[in-house]
């Protein structure tokens, strides 16, 4: 199984980027998929994640700048990222987890600098 993630990039701060990720049909009724970021050297983190219970969940430090969607036509999970600061600058990782199986992106980089 393999996810394809795309859209990072270099960006000003208070620019947008949207990252993509696409995924084979046969997991997209995860029980959960989300994103993760990791910053060289640190634990990879949480940014966002669809949960089946949940609903849609966020760090404290993007809420209200990023927002995940999921285009079932497509099968794609989608996270938009607005007002991008310095600190969000990170490899960013997408993740379904399905009938107990982790299935993890190959990162995509994402810098936020002037």
């Known amino acids: 199984v393999q996810l394809q993630a795309s859209g990072g990039g270099l960006v000003q701060p208070g620019g947008s980027l949207r990252l993509s990720c696409a995924a084979p049909?046969?997991?997209?009724?995860?029980?959960?998929m989300g994103w993760y970021r990791r910053v060289a050297a640190k634990e990879r983190e949480l940014v966002a994640q669809?949960?089946?219970?949940?609903?849609?969940v966020y760090v404290d430090s993007v809420k209200g700048r990023f927002e995940i969607s999921r285009d079932s036509a497509k099968n794609t999970l989608n996270l938009q990222m607005n007002k991008l600061k310095p600190e969000d600058t990170a490899v960013y990782y997408c993740?379904?987890?399905?009938?107990?199986?982790?299935?993890w992106g190959q990162g995509t980089q994402v810098t936020v600098s002037s």
């Open positions: 669809i949960d089946v219970v949940a609903g849609a």
């Open positions: 049909g046969s997991i997209f009724d995860a029980n959960q």
């Open positions: 993740h379904f987890f399905v009938r107990g199986t982790d299935y």
